[in-house]
């Protein structure tokens, strides 16, 4: 698809009258599958209704851009209303590094949770999408740039807090949200399971925000944990980390088990596999080395799990 027969198929749509920000979902997919042949624009209404982006764009099955799209027109893609988009806005850009938010002809992009340029394609005129052709090759080229995007090196101990409590923030918001989504719609997951195994097993009386709480929690620090024992810095994964957690805590074992398998369910797997990237870009010993002078602290893991649970929830 090329941008003019894109914008010529959103015209149609969009002067019918009756569109929502939901008509326009397969237009865009197919322009940027067509505009990145080796990138995969996922878009899944079940994830969506637990938290996602409306587009997680993956390449070999890792998650490297995100897209939030809202109607055409939309006047508030900063996202500054107190109302509207504001929460999720800033939600979304405490925890994804590489985040385009649109109204599907204007383009907004967010890299580290900063404003980095946006570009528009076409404009509303009389009720009209008109196009804006000298802007093509830029958007072309900015689309492209996005999905090649390499997260910085994390090299301190508060910047490393920071992401972790984002991923584990939106970790949590979306378990809470599929847990509550299975509840009502009565539907069984692997996450439920888990669960009432939870509730079963150690507290009994917890609800599906709290669970969620623990879970996500427990995701990024053993996620850190399982860093901290890689030998392969240039490499890392969710199922990498499954392998590196230590034989003596078989109660994490067990969970990155689940984490690494293809039973993972899919309304997370993004997230984590988001997660691993943080961890990618760091040495985390080195981290840790550094963390451990600067603090005075004999065991620096134990501490900066402190600093990590305050950026998680002050």
């Not at 109607?71 to 994804?96: C, H, M, P, V, W």
């Not at 900015?142 to 923030?169: C, P």
């Not at 451990?292 to 950026?311: N, R």
Request: proline share 4%.
């Amino acid at each position: 698809m090329t941008l003019t027969g894109y914008i010529d198929n959103l015209n149609q749509r969009y002067t019918l009258g009756n569109a929502t920000e939901h008509t326009f979902r397969g237009d865009l997919q197919q322009l940027l599958e067509t505009l990145l042949p080796e990138i995969r624009a996922t878009n899944e209404p079940k994830r969506q209704s637990c938290g996602a982006p409306d587009y997680i764009l993956t390449k070999k099955e890792v998650p490297i851009g995100f897209i939030e799209a809202k109607d055409i027109g939309d006047k508030d893609l900063l996202g500054k209303k107190k109302t509207g988009n504001k929460e999720q806005f800033d939600r979304y850009k405490a925890s994804l590094s590489n985040l385009i938010f649109t109204d599907y002809i204007d383009f907004h992009l967010y890299q580290d949770g900063v404003f980095i340029t946006k570009i528009a394609i076409a404009e509303v005129i009389d009720n009209q999408i008109k196009p804006i052709p000298e802007n093509f090759t830029n958007f072309t080229n900015l689309i492209k740039n996005f999905v090649t995007h390499i997260g910085q090196s994390i090299k301190s101990s508060k910047r490393l807090a920071e992401m972790m409590a984002g991923k584990a923030r939106l970790l949590s918001d979306v378990i809470e949200q599929a847990l509550t989504s299975d509840e009502t719609h009565q539907e069984d997951s692997t996450l439920k399971e888990q669960m009432l195994a939870f509730k079963d097993v150690l507290i009994h009386e917890i609800t599906p925000k709290g669970f969620a709480d623990v879970y996500a929690q427990t995701i990024a620090y053993g996620m850190f944990a399982a860093r901290l024992h890689d030998p392969t810095l240039e490499t890392f994964s969710r199922q990498e980390a499954a392998e590196l957690i230590p034989k003596s805590n078989p109660f994490l074992r067990k969970l990155f088990g689940y984490i690494a398998g293809p039973d993972i369910d899919e309304r997370i797997k993004w997230i984590v596999e988001n997660l691993a990237e943080i961890f990618l870009a760091c040495n985390v010993e080195s981290i840790l080395k550094n963390y451990g002078k600067s603090t005075k602290m004999e065991d620096p893991i134990i501490h900066f799990y402190e600093t990590f649970l305050a950026e998680y929830d002050p």
